[in-house]
């Protein structure tokens, strides 16, 4: 497994929304699709994303309101708005409160893609952690600017670690992503890391492993 972008999906119209998933999932990004700005204030104190897509007039607290919170919250991950609104001031608006970039309905799910793909790659989404450099996009791992040497599980465990830093990852969420999960391979795996990557890991007995919060 490897990982996948995440992308909140605010969209209140079912067809649409179920449209929009299931070209996404093919082009293997992660949805999470929610129907309102309530739920995703939920959702994005619970998760981190790599990008938001943000219907506007959608019920409780619509699409500009949740994002203008976002960014007030310093949130600022790169964000569409998809909306049928056509007029100069809306869209003036949206770019005002946040917004990377708009798509008008009816749209192109190609064009979507395309525009999805542009942003990414210009957003460039890293993580640093003091020396180390964690490309999500690529999937690659470099330290001190040069790419270290993971197999594809050691890879998966340093991903799980680093997009929680400071937050216990169960050890059954690794063991997903071990082809023979046992509590000594995932100790072996982690200890690897350690050594390898120099990680402050800490283990929460029976529970998980962290990656400390520098």
């Known amino acids: ?25 093919e082009e293997n990004y992660d949805v999470t699709l929610v129907n309102d700005g309530e739920e995703v204030i939920n959702a994005t104190y619970e998760n981190k994303f790599d990008l938001y897509l943000f219907d506007i007039n959608v019920p409780l607290l619509n699409g500009m309101d949740t994002l203008k919170l976002l960014r007030e919250a310093k949130d600022d991950t790169p964000t569409f708005f998809i909306t049928a609104l056509r007029d100069i001031k809306s869209t003036l608006e949206g770019f005002n409160c946040g917004c990377d970039d708009y798509i008008k309905k009816p749209f192109d799910l190609d064009e979507l893609l395309a525009r999805i793909q542009a942003t990414l790659k210009r957003k460039n989404p890293v993580i640093q952690y003091n020396d180390i450099t964690y490309d999500l996009l690529e999937n690659r791992v470099l330290k001190g600017g040069k790419e270290v040497a993971l197999g594809s599980v050691e890879k998966e465990v340093f991903s799980l670690l680093i997009r929680n830093i400071d937050i216990t990852v169960n050890k059954s969420t690794f063991f997903d992503y071990m082809n023979k999960p046992s509590d000594t391979g995932l100790r072996v795996l982690i200890s690897k890391l350690k050594k390898l990557l120099n990680l402050n890991i800490t283990n929460t007995k029976g529970i998980g ?5 520098l």
Do not use: G, R
């Open 209 to 213: 492993y962290k990656l400390e919060k």
């Open 1 to 25: 497994m490897t990982y996948k972008i995440k992308i909140l999906l605010l969209e209140d119209d079912t067809i649409l929304a179920q449209t929009m998933v299931q070209i996404l999932e």
